[in-house]
């Protein structure tokens, strides 16, 4: 089923709904027209809940790349003090892990 077909049968049962609203006295409270607007309304606060999350997730990408690239700073200041044979063996460590 694609998705014309989907939304044509979606708005021949909000017709229908309203018709039966109709029939027993309850009349524009609900309409087509008002449940396909609050449905749009809906899906774009969806949109921007999504569009945050998403801006958060990068935040925090770029904060634990900066915290990677400091410790391997760190890591390469220490090195860089210990004596050179021990240093090599370090930096192959280093090598293996990263």
Known sequence: MNT???????????????FQLQKRGITGAVNRH??????MT????????ISRVELKVDIQKVRADRLIQQ??????????????PIAEQLYK???LVA
């Open 4 to 18: 014309k077909q989907i939304i044509d049968l979606a708005l021949g049962q909000l017709d229908d709904l309203g």
């Open 42 to 49: 809906k899906q774009e606060r969806i949109k921007a809940e």
């Open 71 to 84: 410790a391997d700073e760190m890591i390469d200041n220490i090195i860089n003090r210990t004596p050179g």
């Open 34 to 39: 008002n449940i396909i607007a609050i449905a």
């Open 93 to 95: 460590v280093k090598a």
